[in-house]
Nanobody, 117 residues
C-alpha cells in the first residue's frame, strides 16, 4: 500500500507561481512514474505532467514552458513548479504514482489551486 500526501496549493493571482509537493510513503518500488493530474469543475481529469524514475518527462501542451516537474527519489517526493499561472489552470491537482510492472497506481487526496484574474 502507498500513501500520497500533497501540499502547496492555494490562491494566486494570474501571472503568479505556486509549487506543489507530493510525498509518498509505504512500499515504493524503485521503477515508477510520478505524475500530476488536474480536474476542473465539469471537466475530466487530465494529465498535467509526469516524470519517470529515470528522469524522462512528459507535459500537457497547455503547460509546456510554464510548469516543471521534478523528483527527489531519496525523499520519495515529486514537485510541480507552476509559473505564469492562468485562470484556466484553476483545478484540483492530484498526485499519482504508477508501478507499471505490477499494474498498480495510487492517488493523493488532491489540492486546490485557484488562479484569480
Amino acid at each position: 500500500q502507498v500513501q500520497l500526501v500533497e501540499s502547496g496549493g492555494g490562491l494566486v493571482q494570474a501571472g503568479g507561481s505556486l509549487r506543489l509537493s507530493c510525498t509518498a510513503s509505504g512500499t515504493i518500488f524503485s521503477s515508477n512514474t510520478r505524475g500530476w493530474y488536474r480536474q476542473a469543475p465539469g471537466k475530466q481529469r487530465e494529465l498535467v505532467a509526469a516524470i519517470a524514475s529515470g528522469g524522462a518527462t512528459n507535459y500537457a501542451d497547455s503547460v509546456k514552458g510554464r510548469f516543471t516537474i521534478s523528483r527527489d527519489n531519496a525523499k520519495n517526493t515529486v514537485y510541480l513548479q507552476m509559473n505564469s499561472l492562468k485562470p484556466e489552470d484553476t483545478a484540483v491537482y492530484y498526485c499519482n504514482v504508477q508501478f507499471a510492472t505490477w499494474g498498480l497506481d495510487y492517488w493523493g487526496q488532491g489540492t486546490q489551486v485557484t488562479v484569480s484574474s
